[in-house]
């Protein structure tokens, strides 16, 4: 309703203004309560619990404001998360019949809901804010700062906060010279992958002749386990925007694309939304804050093509083409979209930019490590205890990720490696947890940094089986456009298929490190040069798994099917009959009250076995 | 029916640029289901540019589709962590238990089945997301279970899609 009374900035003091008008404005309840709607809480039902919040307001007289949808607060393991106002209680896993209770209870009563609150696996102490949680305690949020504070729908949410300031700032004091040099003096890093310094980028894009230029944010977040940008994108949308047209004011930029995945609907729905308010507010559009600077932005969403997160071949697609890339000698900041100089940053980065222009370049970096500044979003996952989105400064040990924030390997397995930087990326074994994480560091471990994603793998986990995995999926997602991608990893995934199938051969892996150098020395994009990276770094790291399946035939993990085998325990088999019963190939026998056993020679090692025991009596061997 | 006129209005909201080929495609199949050729040569007249750009366009993206959907639209999540979870052997029973290709139909239209690389919900994993509805920590058993309670219309509906 405030967006309907609010009139069109025409000053940047007006905006001023109306930020001291909302923090002046009293809250909309004694107690307010933020429901997190992330993808994650969502999908357990969040939306639900939100509206029997407002119910459950509207049913006291109460306004139904005080009952709020945030972005994502990234403890996913731990969805849906509530945060009650004042005093910023948590309740994690909290589902429909528990609304009532907290209803109840806190918001009427001020009193805590204690079993709702989070518990140390460890120590059994509940915690009471986000704070006391170690999940959340070594973090430093920048980009995430607001994620699950602010209605990512409600503008007036992000002004309140400090939303705009920067752009404010900028339009009104400095010259885009200004703005470059503050970037660069950042020492700001592209968060997409390649890890190129944000000002320098910017600087050739403003010197490149030709008019008119654009202003790219990649939202195309297709490493499998990375939603760092999804949640950006949903929870705080209007931190990108902002971060967009002060970029487009450095550049010279008026016209702006932000092209999201297909998969992210609740993302363009946001970034809509958001771009609709900064139009109506005269934050976007013509004559921005009446400083004479127009600037517009466009959302154009992907079409399910992971090599659209390359920027060539994002362009490609924004012209409506087939998303092939072309060769980079021929820079986009140059020659970009419709051949014109074009400037592309991912959703991080461009987040990056208002704190940044707000706090000064030199605070940001005394964040970070000599050459990587600032903070990185992760996504922690796989077999973690503790799923989720956390920022940490640049520089901090895998270790400390990985068990301090992240809890430890799930089921107290020994952790076997982990894998950054997406399908491009590597996996790092278990001697450099105490590497420092930043982008030259992941590098020289054979790996990248990548968007950031961060896969914990345990014992449990095959090593071959996941470079298969990952050579697949690329080989699936290569354009065709060129040979060595096109023609190389089906040959490498051949291999690859070959040895988890326990048909390996020797000089199979010098076959792979050869096609791998080939992919690196030929292939026309960063796709293609990258593609061999899984197999080689677990080549580098996890030779004798290869080993034991080409040479012994035999799947340390126990993961790869046919190597290795079924076998009934004696003493925990308690005769029950399912695993005769089901069994496809009629290779189990046994009597009643006698223990079961596997004819080895029948056995088609399918597993049904080991699914349908509900004594955990079938083992792996 | 009004064929003519859904490639017209989504031609004009778009101002006829040819750089919003993909979001006009996407929107024609959102009114639809599907992109019928017909309605794919009516595009491409309208915006002077041949059929083949359009074809190499619709059969790029993996979001497009050239065949109709079933009654029900199956997305499971096969991305890394859902992989590391055993999303690979959902996969593959869901293919043989209904007989269907991934990103195709099931032979009696009850679901379209389409795998995706990650859907960034890697807490859930394995994921299967039925008509927008996401189903967490499935397994074999459980997706067959959620698979085999899906309603299937009377099969009046096909016959008015045939026309």
Same mark, same amino acid.
């Given at each position: 309703?405030t967006?309907?009374?609010?009139?069109?900035?025409s000053?940047?003091?007006?905006?001023e203004?109306f930020?001291?008008?909302?923090?002046?404005?009293?809250?909309?309840?004694?107690?307010?309560v933020?429901?997190?709607?992330?993808?994650?809480?969502?999908?357990?039902?969040?939306?639900?619990?939100?509206?029997?919040?407002?119910?459950?307001?509207?049913?006291?007289?109460?306004?139904?404001?005080?009952?709020?949808?945030?972005g994502?607060?990234g403890?996913?393991?731990?969805?849906?998360?509530?945060?009650?106002q004042?005093?910023?209680?948590?309740?994690?896993?909290v589902?429909?019949?528990d609304?009532?209770?907290?209803?109840?209870?806190?918001?009427?009563g001020?009193?805590?809901?204690?079993?709702?609150?989070?518990?140390?696996p460890?120590?059994?102490?509940?915690?009471?804010? +986000?704070?006391?949680?170690?999940f959340?305690?070594?973090?430093?949020?920048?980009?995430?700062?607001?994620?699950g504070?602010?209605?990512?729908?409600?503008?007036?949410?992000?002004?309140?906060v400090?939303?705009?300031?920067?752009?404010?700032?900028?339009?009104?004091?400095?010259?885009?010279?200004?703005?470059?040099s503050?970037?660069?003096?950042?020492?700001?890093?592209g968060?997409?992958?390649?890890?190129?310094?944000?000002?320098?980028?910017?600087r050739?894009?403003?010197?490149?002749?030709?008019?008119?230029?654009?202003?790219?944010?990649?939202?195309?977040?297709?490493d499998?386990?990375?939603?760092?940008?999804?949640?950006?994108?949903?929870g705080?949308?209007h931190?990108v925007?902002?971060?967009?047209i002060?970029?487009?004011?450095?550049?010279?930029?008026?016209?702006?694309?932000?092209?999201?995945?297909?998969?992210?609907? *609740?993302?363009? &729905?946001?970034l809509?939304?958001?771009?609709?308010?900064?139009?109506?507010?005269?934050?976007?559009? &013509?004559?921005?804050?009446?400083?004479?600077?127009?600037?517009?932005?466009?959302i154009?969403?992907?079409?399910?093509?992971?090599v659209?997160?390359?920027?060539t071949?994002?362009?490609? +697609?924004? &012209?409506?083409?087939?998303?092939?890339?072309?060769?980079?000698?021929?820079?986009?900041?140059?020659?970009?979209?419709?051949?014109?100089? +074009?400037n592309?940053?991912?959703?991080?980065?461009?987040?990056?930019?208002?704190?940044?222009?707000?706090?000064?370049?030199?605070?940001?970096?005394?964040?970070g490590?000599?050459?990587?500044?600032?903070?990185?979003?992760?996504?922690l996952v796989?077999?973690?205890?503790?799923?989720?989105?956390?920022?940490?400064?640049?520089?901090?040990? *895998?270790?400390?990720?990985?068990?301090?924030?992240?809890?430890?390997?799930?089921?107290?397995?020994?952790?076997?490696g982990?894998?950054?930087?997406?399908?491009?990326?590597?996996?790092?074994?278990?001697?450099?947890?105490?590497?420092?994480?930043?982008?030259?560091?992941?590098?020289?471990?054979? +790996?990248m940094?990548?968007?950031?994603g961060?896969?914990v793998?345990?014992?449990?986990?095959?090593?071959v089986?996941v470079?298969?995995?990952?050579?697949?999926?690329l080989?699936d997602?290569?354009?065709?456009?060129?040979?060595?991608?096109r023609?190389?990893?089906?040959?490498?995934?051949?291999?690859?298929?070959?040895?988890?199938?326990?048909?390996?051969?020797?000089g199979?892996?010098d076959?792979l490190?050869?096609?791998?150098?080939?992919?690196?020395?030929?292939?026309?994009?960063?796709?293609?040069?990258?593609?061999?990276?899984?197999v080689?770094?677990?080549?580098?790291?996890?030779?004798?798994?290869?080993?034991?399946?080409?040479?012994?035939?035999?799947?340390?993990?126990?993961?790869?099917?046919?190597?290795?085998?079924?076998?009934?325990?004696?003493?925990?088999?308690?005769a029950?009959?399912?695993?005769?019963?089901?069994?496809?190939?009629?290779?189990?026998?046994?009597?009643?009250?006698?223990?079961?056993?596997?004819?080895?020679?029948k056995?088609?090692?399918?597993?049904?076995?080991?699914?349908?025991?509900?004594?955990?009596?079938?083992?792996?061997? | 029916?009004a064929?003519?006129?859904?490639?017209?209005?989504?031609?004009?909201?778009?101002d006829?640029?040819?750089?919003?080929?993909?979001?006009?495609?996407?929107?024609?199949?959102t009114a639809?289901?599907?992109?019928a050729?017909?309605q794919?040569?009516?595009l491409?007249?309208?915006?002077?540019?041949?059929?083949?750009?359009?074809?190499?366009?619709?059969?790029?993206?993996?979001s497009?589709?050239?065949?109709?959907?079933?009654?029900?639209?199956?997305?499971?999540?096969?991305?890394?962590?859902?992989?590391?979870?055993?999303?690979?052997?959902?996969?593959?029973?869901?293919?043989?238990?209904f007989?269907?290709e991934a990103?195709?139909?099931?032979?009696?239209?009850?679901f379209?089945?389409?795998?995706?690389?990650?859907?960034?919900?890697?807490?859930?994993?394995?994921?299967?997301?039925v008509?927008?509805?996401?189903?967490?920590?499935?397994?074999?058993d459980?997706?067959?279970?959620?698979?085999?309670g899906?309603?299937?219309?009377?099969?009046?509906?096909?016959?008015?899609?045939?026309?």
């Amino acid at each position: 309703m405030t967006v309907a009374t609010c009139k069109r900035f025409s000053a940047p003091a007006d905006l001023e203004r109306f930020r001291d008008e909302l923090r002046r404005r009293p809250p909309a309840a004694a107690r307010t309560v933020r429901v997190c709607i992330g993808t994650g809480c969502t999908a357990r039902g969040s939306h639900k619990v939100y509206e029997l919040f407002t119910q459950a307001l509207k049913e006291v007289g109460a306004k139904a404001e005080a009952a709020k949808c945030v972005g994502c607060h990234g403890f996913c393991e731990r969805g849906p998360i509530v945060v009650v106002q004042p005093g910023d209680i948590l309740y994690q896993r909290v589902e429909e019949p528990d609304v009532a209770e907290i209803f109840r209870e806190t918001i009427m009563g001020g009193r805590v809901v204690e079993r709702l609150l989070y518990e140390d696996p460890a120590t059994k102490a509940r915690a009471r804010t +986000s704070a006391e949680i170690p999940f959340y305690k070594a973090q430093q949020r920048i980009v995430l700062a607001h994620n699950g504070e602010i209605d990512p729908k409600r503008i007036e949410d992000y002004v309140a906060v400090g939303g705009y300031a920067a752009l404010a700032k900028t339009l009104a004091t400095m010259t885009p010279e200004e703005v470059l040099s503050e970037v660069e003096k950042s020492g700001l890093r592209g968060r997409g992958g390649g890890g190129f310094p944000t000002g320098r980028k910017w600087r050739s894009c403003r010197e490149a002749p030709g008019e008119p230029k654009y202003v790219i944010c990649n939202g195309d977040e297709g490493d499998p386990g990375a939603f760092m940008d999804r949640s950006v994108m949903e929870g705080n949308p209007h931190s990108v925007i902002e971060g967009m047209i002060i970029g487009a004011y450095a550049i010279g930029s008026h016209q702006g694309y932000l092209y999201v995945r297909n998969e992210y609907p *609740l993302a363009v &729905e946001h970034l809509k939304l958001a771009i609709a308010q900064a139009r109506e507010f005269g934050l976007l559009g &013509e004559d921005i804050l009446g400083t004479g600077f127009s600037f517009d932005i466009r959302i154009n969403r992907g079409g399910g093509a992971f090599v659209c997160g390359e920027s060539t071949a994002l362009m490609a +697609s924004l &012209e409506g083409r087939p998303g092939e890339p072309r060769a980079k000698y021929v820079h986009t900041v140059e020659h970009g979209l419709w051949d014109k100089p +074009s400037n592309l940053n991912n959703v991080e980065t461009w987040a990056n930019v208002p704190p940044i222009l707000n706090n000064g370049s030199g605070w940001f970096a005394a964040i970070g490590t000599a050459k990587s500044k600032g903070t990185k979003v992760f996504s922690l996952v796989g077999e973690v205890v503790n799923t989720g989105l956390i920022e940490v400064p640049m520089g901090m040990t *895998l270790r400390q990720i990985i068990f301090d924030i992240g809890g430890g390997v799930k089921g107290g397995k020994a952790f076997k490696g982990v894998q950054t930087g997406g399908p491009s990326g590597g996996c790092i074994p278990a001697q450099f947890l105490d590497a420092p994480v930043d982008f030259d560091e992941l590098t020289r471990l054979g +790996s990248m940094m990548g968007s950031g994603g961060m896969i914990v793998m345990s014992e449990d986990t095959c090593m071959v089986n996941v470079a298969r995995y990952f050579t697949h999926f690329l080989m699936d997602e290569s354009c065709g456009k060129c040979t060595p991608c096109r023609e190389g990893l089906a040959q490498m995934l051949a291999i690859l298929d070959r040895i988890t199938h326990g048909e390996g051969q020797p000089g199979d892996i010098d076959q792979l490190q050869k096609m791998a150098g080939l992919l690196e020395g030929a292939a026309l994009c960063a796709l293609g040069k990258t593609a061999a990276n899984p197999v080689m770094s677990t080549i580098r790291y996890f030779r004798q798994e290869y080993d034991a399946h080409i040479i012994e035939k035999r799947c340390p993990a126990k993961q790869c099917r046919g190597l290795f085998r079924y076998e009934i325990s004696v003493e925990r088999c308690k005769a029950c009959g399912l695993c005769r019963k089901h069994c496809p190939a009629e290779a189990v026998s046994g009597a009643k009250k006698t223990p079961h056993v596997i004819d080895q020679q029948k056995c088609t090692r399918c597993g049904t076995c080991l699914e349908k025991c509900p004594f955990d009596a079938v083992l792996k061997v | 029916m009004a064929d003519e006129t859904l490639v017209e209005e989504i031609v004009r909201r778009y101002d006829g640029e040819i750089g919003m080929l993909i979001p006009m495609m996407q929107d024609l199949q959102t009114a639809c289901g599907y992109l019928a050729v017909d309605q794919l040569k009516r595009l491409a007249e309208r915006l002077e540019v041949p059929l083949s750009r359009l074809y190499a366009v619709a059969t790029f993206y993996s979001s497009f589709r050239l065949a109709p959907k079933g009654q029900h639209e199956v997305t499971l999540c096969v991305g890394t962590v859902c992989h590391l979870k055993g999303a690979g052997a959902i996969s593959e029973m869901i293919r043989e238990a209904f007989k269907v290709e991934a990103g195709g139909t099931t032979p009696d239209g009850l679901f379209s089945f389409q795998p995706v690389n990650c859907v960034g919900a890697c807490a859930l994993a394995p994921v299967m997301i039925v008509d927008g509805k996401y189903y967490d920590g499935v397994s074999k058993d459980s997706v067959l279970k959620i698979l085999h309670g899906l309603p299937l219309a009377e099969p009046a509906a096909k016959g008015e899609g045939n026309k």
